[in-house]
Each structure stands twice: as C-alpha cells, then as structure tokens.
C-alpha cells in the first residue's frame, strides 16, 4: 500500500514535470529556452516516471529493464538536446540578437588562470 | 575476324565472361555508332526556349481564354471529393460487416489458430508462439521477407550508387560541404557513442537471441543493431565504419544468412513433406539453446535486416559503403 | 482502458491529417515519428509487443532517419532556411 503511494506520487510529479515542459515549449519564443524546458522534461520528468514504475513494480526483471531504460535516457537526450543548440548556434545567423557572445578579455584570462 | 583469335579465345564462355567483365564492348565494329557530341548552347538559344516555355505555360494555364482547362479543374476536384467520399463509404461499410473484436464465434479463430495455441509449445520449442508461428509454421512467408529486404537493398545499391568514374570536382566539393554539418569533431558526442553504441549492440543482440523466449527476434534486434550502427557511423565517420563494413563484408553476410536459412528451412520442409523423422533436437521449451532451428532462423533475419538498415544509410549518406 | 484507447486513436488520427497537411516538410517527418510511437503504444496495449518493438525501432528510428538523409541531400531542409 505504502509502496503504491509512493510509487504514485513519483508518478505524479513526473507528469507534473510534463506538464510545465509543454507549457514552456510552447511558451517560449527563443530557441534555446524552449529547448531548456524540454530537456528539463527528458530527463528529470522521464527519471522521475521511470522511477515510480520501478518502485511500482518491484525488485524484478522488469525493473532492471526500466533501470537501463532509465540510463540509457540519461546519457541520451542531454547529447541530443547539446547537438540540437550546436547546430542552432553554427547554423543560425540571427541567433545573434538573442543572446550576446561572451567575450573573454584579459581580467577573464587572469580569474581562469587563478582558479585553475 | 573470330578466325584470327586462338581457338579458346572462340568458346561461348569466354565470350561470355568478355561480355560480363566488360573488357570488350560486342557493338564495337558490328554496329556503326557515333560517340555523343555535346551541343554547347548559346544564350540567345537558351533565352528564346525558355521564352517559349514561359509563354505555353501562360497560355496553358489563363483561365480566362481556356475555358476548358477551368471546366476541366473544376470537374477534377469535384470528382476527386466524389471519389473519395465514395472510397471512404466504402471502407465504413466494410468495417460495420466486420466482426466485433474479441468474439469467440469469429471466422478467425478456427481450427488453424487453435492448433498453434495448444500445439505450438511441442511442435516448434519456442515459448514466444510468435516467434514459432513466424519462423516455424510459416517460415517460407519470412523467407520471402527476408529476400524482399535484400531486393530493396540491391535496388537501393543500383539506383543510388557512385560511379567513381563520374566522380568529378562539383561533387567533391558537395561532399566536403555536407561534412561541415555532421557533428563528427564533437567531443560529448564522442564520449557519449563510445559507451552508448555498446549497450545497443548488447540489447540488440539480446533481442535477437532472445527472441524464443519473449518478444522479439530478428527483425526487431535486427533494427536496433542497424541503428546503433548507425549511431556508430555518424559519430566516428565512413572511415571507421570502412574498416570493418564494406562491400565484401555486405555480399558476404548477406550470402551466408540468406543460403543458411533457405538450407536449413530446405531440410525441415523436405522431412516434413516425407514424413520422414527431423535429427534436429528441440531441446528444453525455455532454455536459451532450444527450439531447434529457429535460434539459428533468428540470428539470420537479425543479420540480414542490421546490414540492411546500415546499407540503406550509407547509400543515402554517401552512395557508397 | 477504454476511454486511453480512443485517446491514443484520435491523436493517431490528428498525426495522420496533419503529416499531409503540414506545410514544411522537416515538421512531416517529426509527425510521422510521433505517429510511430503512439503505434507501438498501441501495439503494446493490443497484446503484441514483437510488433511494438519493431514498430519502435524501425518507423521511429531509421525510417525518419533515411528520411532526413533524403531532404539533406535533396537540399530541402537548407531550402526553407534560405527562405525564412
């Protein structure tokens, strides 16, 4: 009984989590912010649902499954998510009037060099 | 002038194999040929063809003078909204004919599907019936399959791929554009591949092997090894795929899994039209070495279909191996 | 288990009318995709998971992947960059 509150209570929250990722794609005009609040629901929300189901399920084969499933997404989507902005960064022309490039001066070099 | 060549130069066969290698051209001298002249164009030419496809173009398509282009656009949607609502009448109709789902009484569970359920077990060795049902009973269907899967890749191989000989400077400088967007340079990615493309090829390979036990089997596993090769491929470039995947390694398992299944399923069906004994062993319903052949049936579609999936990508990607 | 049945069906059905209705093709494939995977949801729900997986793996992983090699090579992708 306990189990399946907590099990459903992960669930819950996972779809909670899908819940503002929708939200925020669609939300949002920028790319790179939308993109953000669709990894947050890749791997928090995913992890989050894949727990309950482990929980859920017991200690058995199934769960062991869904533990590599659970792995294997965590490995996956931050690579495509990071592959997706690369391509936008390299490919799109205009993204410079959404966000300012960084330009690193002296001082910058000096702090880096310190805290190496 | 067939007298003036050595005698075995005369046989049929090596006429035969002349004409395979393409050595000799057999038109050459028994037929008058001209070679093709390009016609350089001049840009009045040019200018004035165009013109004139402009022009028919327009005349063509002015509904205000052609009235029977109007009528004939008009008619056409229309008829086409007929016809599809006739298609889509006709289709509801077939579906309120059918069945309800999950009756017993239905014309689909006869004595056929009730023999696989209750027989299946004993008869092929394989607890996923599926699979039984698939590689076993019907075995000659996923034959055919299988040999559809290498029609579509030799199909793809001829339409798609590069003649060496045409390979001129425009499409070098294609190419080298194209790899400026592949994310080859990219550390992460890297990292990333080298331990993802592992596990992959593990789960595949375990859906295949498994495909007796649960669900499964080659086609399935077959396609999560064609993509993570795939993954492999985009990752780490043609150059380390062409180590170990080329043209040799394509023939060769192609040639091997296709001949292994046709053979072995050869046997079955020639015992069981004989009514002779099958020597192979069922083995224990539920061990991984068990079933008889349709482990080994599995692990062939499984090869045939991951070189597929890989063969298709390359082609598309490169039009090569 | 009904009522996510006729769920899962009418997304089915608005994935299908909008792949041909949707004006960029890159949005076509990525429909499609989602087509695929909400078919081997219900393949799953019909008993059959032989099928999802292979559903899974070949309409939503190497099907729309050959499609993007295609509209790479057929230029259409960069296409509708240049017209924007």
Same mark, same amino acid.
């Given at each position: 009984m306990?189990r399946?509150i907590?099990?459903?209570a992960?669930?819950i929250? !996972?779809?909670?989590l899908?819940?503002?990722?929708?939200? !925020?794609?669609?939300?949002?005009?920028?790319?790179?912010?939308?993109?953000?609040?669709?990894?947050?629901g890749?791997?928090l929300?995913?992890m989050?649902?894949?727990? !309950?189901?482990i929980?859920?399920?017991?200690?058995?084969?199934?769960s062991?499954?869904?533990?590599?499933v659970v792995?294997?997404?965590?490995?996956?989507?931050p690579?495509?998510?990071h592959?997706?902005?690369n391509?936008?960064?390299?490919?799109?022309?205009?993204?410079?009037?959404?966000?300012?490039?960084?330009?690193l001066?002296?001082?910058?070099?000096?702090l880096?060099?310190?805290?190496? | 002038?067939?007298?003036?060549?050595?005698s075995?130069q005369?046989?049929r066969?090596?006429r035969?194999?002349?004409?395979m290698?393409?050595?000799?051209?057999?038109?050459?001298g028994n037929?008058e040929?001209?070679?093709?002249?390009?016609?350089?164009?001049?840009k009045?030419?040019?200018?004035?063809?165009?013109q004139?496809?402009?022009?028919?173009?327009?005349?063509?398509?002015?509904t205000?003078?052609?009235?029977?282009v109007?009528m004939?656009?008009?008619? #056409?949607?229309?008829?086409?909204?007929?016809?599809?609502?006739?298609?889509?009448?006709?289709?509801?109709?077939?579906?309120?004919?059918?069945?309800?789902?999950?009756?017993?009484?239905?014309p689909?569970?006869?004595?056929?599907?009730?023999?696989?359920?209750?027989?299946?077990?004993?008869?092929?060795?394989?607890?996923?019936i599926?699979?039984?049902?698939?590689?076993?009973?019907?075995?000659?269907?996923?034959?055919?399959?299988?040999?559809?899967?290498?029609?579509?890749?030799?199909?793809?191989?001829?339409?798609?791929?590069?003649?060496q000989?045409?390979?001129?400077e425009?499409?070098?400088?294609?190419d080298?554009?194209?790899?400026?967007y592949?994310?080859?340079?990219?550390?992460?990615?890297?990292?990333?591949?080298?331990?993802?493309?592992?596990?992959?090829?593990?789960?595949?390979l375990?859906?295949?092997?498994?495909?007796?036990?649960?669900?499964?089997?080659?086609?399935?596993?077959?396609?999560?090894?064609?993509?993570?090769?795939?993954? #492999?491929c985009?990752?780490?470039?043609?150059?380390?795929?062409?180590?170990?995947?080329?043209e040799?390694?394509?023939?060769?398992?192609s040639?091997?899994?296709?001949?292994?299944?046709?053979?072995?399923k050869?046997?079955?069906?020639y015992?069981?039209a004989?009514?002779?004994?099958?020597?192979?062993p069922?083995?224990?319903?539920?061990?991984?070495?068990?079933?008889?052949?349709?482990?080994?049936?599995?692990?062939?579609?499984?090869?045939?279909v991951?070189?597929?999936? #890989?063969?298709?990508?390359a082609?598309?990607r490169?039009?090569?191996? | 288990?009904d009522?996510?049945?006729?769920?899962?069906?009418?997304?089915?059905?608005?994935?299908?009318?909008?792949?041909?209705?949707?004006?960029?093709l890159?949005?076509s494939?990525?429909?499609?995709m989602?087509?695929?995977?909400?078919?081997?949801?219900?393949?799953?729900?019909?008993?059959?998971?032989?099928?999802?997986?292979?559903?899974?793996a070949?309409?939503?992983?190497?099907?729309?992947?050959?499609?993007f090699?295609?509209?790479?090579?057929i230029?259409?992708?960069?296409?509708d960059e240049?017209?924007?």
């Open positions: 306990i399946t907590i099990a459903a992960f669930i929250f !996972g779809l909670l899908f819940a503002v990722e929708i939200y !925020g794609v669609n939300r949002f005009s920028f790319i790179m912010n939308r993109m953000h609040a669709a990894a947050i890749d791997t929300a995913m989050s649902c894949m727990a !309950g189901l929980i859920y399920s017991g200690f058995n084969f199934t062991l499954k869904l533990l590599l792995v294997f997404l965590c490995f996956s989507s690579v495509s998510s592959l997706i902005m391509l936008e960064v390299e490919t799109n022309e205009k993204a410079n009037t959404h966000y300012e490039e960084e330009t001066t002296d001082e910058d070099d000096r880096d060099d310190e805290e190496a | 002038m067939s007298r003036l060549r050595p075995h005369n046989k066969e090596f035969f194999k002349e004409w290698d393409g050595s000799v051209d057999p038109y050459l037929l040929m001209k070679p093709q002249q390009l016609t350089e164009e001049t009045e030419q040019f200018d004035e063809r165009i004139d496809y402009v022009r028919l173009n327009a005349e063509l398509y002015d205000e003078k052609n009235k029977g109007r004939f656009r008009i008619l #056409y949607r229309i008829s086409s909204v007929i016809w599809i609502a006739l298609l889509i009448g006709v289709m509801l109709l077939t579906v309120s004919h059918l069945p309800p789902n999950g009756d017993p009484d239905n689909v569970n006869n004595e056929v599907s009730k023999r696989y359920i209750e027989q299946g077990l004993q008869e092929t060795g394989a607890v996923n599926v699979t039984g049902m698939i590689l076993d009973y019907r075995a000659f269907d996923t034959f055919g399959e299988s040999n559809v899967l290498f029609i579509a890749t030799v199909t793809v191989l001829i339409l798609l791929r590069k003649n000989k045409m390979h001129n425009k499409d070098m400088k294609e080298q554009d194209d790899e400026k592949e994310p080859q340079s990219d550390t992460i990615l890297k990292t990333v591949a080298k331990v993802l493309v592992p596990v992959i090829f593990v789960f595949g375990y859906v295949i092997l498994n495909g007796h036990l649960g669900p499964g089997g080659g086609f399935s596993g077959g396609a999560i090894m064609g993509a993570g090769l795939i993954l #492999y985009i990752t780490f470039g043609f150059e380390k795929t062409e180590r170990f995947f080329t040799k390694t394509y023939k060769w398992i040639f091997t899994a296709l001949s292994v299944y046709c053979l072995s050869a046997y079955s069906f015992t069981g004989n009514g002779l004994h099958s020597h192979i069922l083995g224990t319903p539920g061990a991984i070495l068990s079933s008889g052949l349709i482990f080994v049936l599995n692990i062939c579609v499984g090869m045939v991951t070189i597929t999936m #890989y063969t298709f990508y082609m598309f490169k039009g090569d191996f | 288990m009522i996510i049945n006729y769920i899962l069906l009418g997304i089915l059905l608005i994935c299908a009318i909008s792949v041909s209705f949707s004006k960029n890159l949005n494939i990525i429909i499609y989602a087509f695929s995977l909400i078919m081997s949801i219900i393949w799953t729900i019909l008993e059959s998971p032989d099928l999802a997986i292979t559903e899974a070949v309409g939503a992983g190497v099907t729309s992947l050959l499609f090699v295609t509209l790479k090579r230029r259409a992708v960069k296409g240049e017209n924007e």
